[in-house]
């Protein structure tokens, strides 16, 4: 069974940062882009950023860029979110997917999310 599963999330003030991560499992992800996205209360989920299978190649939605990075670690079958001066509007539930890159693809394994909530 493939599976990606999401980590990192929590509560944190504007201004912070967090770590989120997503490994996967049941199958190897070394040849497949890799994306995060989110889902805020009210919203259509948001393509956040994507990666390449290399890691050479990156995309970034418009809000987050600067902000945010994308990055993986094939050895491990994982992608990272480095995320840093959040801001309330970053609140959302972060999902992991795999299979795809960029803003439009389809993207084949989806992870279960973690919720990312930033408030003072």
């Known amino acids: 069974q493939v599976r990606l599963v999401e980590a990192g999330g929590g509560l944190v003030q504007p201004g912070g940062s967090l770590r989120l991560s997503c490994v996967g499992s049941?199958?190897?992800?070394?040849?497949?882009?890799m994306a995060w996205f989110r889902h805020a209360p009210g919203k259509q989920r948001e393509f956040v950023a994507s990666v390449s299978w290399t890691g050479s190649s990156t995309y970034y939605e418009e809000s987050v860029r600067g902000r945010f990075t994308i990055s993986r670690d094939n050895a491990n079958n994982a992608v990272y979110l480095q995320m840093i001066s959040l801001k309330p509007e970053d609140t959302a539930v972060y999902y992991c997917?795999?299979?795809?890159?960029?803003?439009?693809?389809?993207?084949?394994?989806w992870g279960q999310g973690t919720q990312v909530t930033i408030s003072s």
């Open positions: 997917a795999a299979g795809a890159f960029g803003p439009v693809a389809e993207y084949n394994y």
């Open positions: 049941g199958r190897i992800f070394d040849r497949d882009g």
